[in-house]
């Protein structure tokens, strides 16, 4: 048998650009431009892969092959901790490697993680997806980005991309840039900002994820001063790839070049030059790619598209594949199955709720603090649409892509399950989701524990004007606490309407969105561990004052940035 030919770019001893300039000189256009695209996972195929030279499949919100792993799991694992997590860089640096780890052992070496928008306005429907309205606070957190694709060596040159090796994964900052920043917080709407403060406000943490050598960027659908970023050649290509000399490659969002125009897909031969030429490497074309494929080689035969646009593009996407190891370890390494949804991992998962919760009052209204609870009462009154909930728990990006209501999404532990599990085997629990004023003041409760909060939601979905508990949750609120003392458990996904009841509320904090460990939210509530965290965006009195973030002159908030009362727990935290 004939020996195989020796092919540089199959030869991980040779250095990273040879093997790049090697391939790349031996593919045709229609690869190259195949290299090019992203296309979803229900369409694509063994055929379609290989006919079209597909360059990456997506698994979309809430999109997963049936009884298998789902990609959706990691990926909202990593937005579960995010909703989280307030001020440990370190302990999100250990949640990226345990996501790394998920997401290889369903065999995903990528990861659209992590988001670092900076969300000015809680408006916003993607503001929980933001670490903070502080810029400073989402730069600390692209501590991630080394968690999940390991540390840079310390010879390792900058801006360039790096992931460590088949038990780490590719990151993705996103969304470039300004996303959190719009107009009344509307999702994909105009940041109407100056380029001073573009520059120091959402600009900084991507300085901060090209020096951790993040792979991949992707672009926002918001736009900057009326101009779509996903055709905004200054800001991908000038300052992006040019000035920051970011070396890895440029992703679109979701048919996001499609929105370039108004309405979306209205000119789509013009979406994909703008697009393209604007320095977009690899176009998130969802469903309909041959349209995409067919339109850009037409526009580089026409000499629209320069074909050194394309070369840039695929050198990119190759350099990315190459660092990550995937010419060497194509497939899944089915030696990590054990790790999806590990003990280890729930234990983190756990200490980054207990972490992150912000208890905001304390007894202020009585004459001495509520919290921590007393495991050992006569009787407790659990109530709140949120107490028995594990989909609200969760939020949105879990299992699908706007969430789910309901306890059999996943497994988990509800607060009204912690609570059962944690007081006293004496203590009786009753739980009533909604009881009136009577019913509380007859019962001779010792005190109650209400959970409400916000029904799940992602994107656009979750814009909202009023910023208001869901549901019966006020009402709820004014009948437990007009009758015995009590505790507000807010799942929230930022902070939302509390002026109201305040004056009625012996003990308020904010849970966000502590998805499947329930127990984190009973380890602070009754002092095993003290509550430790601190605001990491403002909480507002009123919608009125927004947006309002710290440093504005019109600084009145109910519960003002970096605000977090703390407790002595039993264990250290």
């Known amino acids: 048998m004939a020996e195989a030919e020796y092919l540089k770019y199959k030869d991980p001893k040779q250095p990273l650009d040879t093997r790049i300039k090697d391939l790349v000189d031996r ?162 709407n105009n940041t109407v900002i ?27 659908y918001s736009s900057w001063n009326g101009q779509k970023m996903h055709a905004n050649y200054e800001l991908i290509t000038r300052f992006l790839k040019n000035r920051l000399r970011f070396r890895g490659f440029v992703i679109s969002d979701w048919e996001g070049i499609d929105r370039i125009t108004s309405p979306p897909h209205a000119n789509y031969t013009y979406s994909i030059e703008a697009g393209v030429n604007a320095g977009i490497d690899m176009v998130m074309t969802s469903y309909n790619f041959t349209e995409f494929l067919d339109g850009l080689t037409l526009l580089v035969k026409n000499n629209v598209v320069p074909m050194s646009r394309i070369e840039d593009a695929v050198m990119r996407v190759l350099r990315v594949k190459f660092v990550m190891g995937l010419f060497e370890n194509p497939l899944a390494d089915y030696s990590l199955a054990d790790q999806l949804g590990s003990q280890e991992h729930r234990e983190l998962a756990r200490e980054a709720v207990r972490k992150s919760l912000v208890l905001l009052n304390n007894g202020e209204t009585a004459d ?47 607060i009204l399950n912690a609570i059962k599990n944690t007081v006293d085997k004496d203590t009786e629990i009753v739980y009533q989701e909604n009881p009136s004023l009577d019913y509380v003041k007859s019962n001779n409760f010792a005190y109650a524990i209400v959970v409400v909060g916000e029904t799940p939601y992602a994107e656009t979905k979750g814009d909202s004007l009023n910023l208001t508990i869901s549901g019966n949750g006020g009402e709820t609120i004014n009948n437990v606490c007009g009758g015995v003392k009590c505790v507000v458990v807010l799942i929230t996904g930022r902070p939302v309407v509390m002026l109201p009841y305040v004056d009625k509320i012996e003990g308020l904090v904010a849970a966000w ?56 727990g039993l264990k250290n935290n």
């Not at 109530?383 to 594990?390: F, P, Q, V």
């Not at 209501?405 to 532990?413: A, H």
């Not at 561990?529 to 009125?544: C, I, N, Q």
């Open 27 to 188: 593919m045709t256009l229609e690869e190259k431009i195949g290299q090019m695209v992203q296309i979803e996972r229900t369409v694509a195929s063994t055929d379609v892969v290989n006919k079209y030279y597909i360059g990456s499949i997506l698994s979309g919100g809430g999109s997963a092959p049936k009884a298998e792993a789902t990609a959706n799991d990691w990926v909202d694992m990593v937005n579960e901790f995010q909703k989280g997590a307030t001020r440990d860089p370190q302990l999100v640096k250990r949640i990226g490697e345990a996501t790394a780890l998920e997401a290889r052992a369903t065999g995903i070496p990528y990861v659209f993680a992590p988001c670092i928008a900076v969300c000015r306005d809680p408006r916003w429907g993607r503001c929980y997806e933001s670490y903070s309205e502080d810029h400073k606070i989402v730069q600390a957190m692209t501590e991630l980005i080394p968690g999940l694709q390991g540390d840079i060596p310390p010879n390792s040159p900058k801006s360039v991309p790096f992931v460590a090796g088949n038990k780490t994964v590719a990151a993705c900052a996103k969304h470039y840039v300004g996303d959190g920043g719009t107009t009344k917080g509307i999702n994909e």
């Open 194 to 220: 100056t380029r001073h403060e573009l520059l120091s406000i959402p600009m900084p943490a991507y300085y901060n994820s090209i020096i951790k050598g993040v792979s991949t960027i992707m672009v926002s």
């Open 368 to 414: 001495k603090p509520l919290l921590p609870l007393p495991k050992k009462a006569s009787k407790i009154l659990v109530s709140g649409s949120h107490a028995d909930n594990l989909g609200y728990q969760c939020g949105g990006w879990t299992i699908q892509w706007q969430g789910l209501s309901g306890n059999n999404i996943t497994s988990g532990t509800t």
């Open 513 to 568: 969105l502590p998805g499947s460990e329930g127990y984190g939210v009973t380890d602070v509530l009754f002092g095993d561990y003290g509550f430790s965290g601190k605001l990491a965006r403002t909480w507002f009195k009123s919608v009125d004052q927004l947006p309002m973030n710290v440093g504005d002159s019109h600084y009145d908030p109910l519960f003002p940035f970096g605000f977090g009362l703390t407790t002595q």
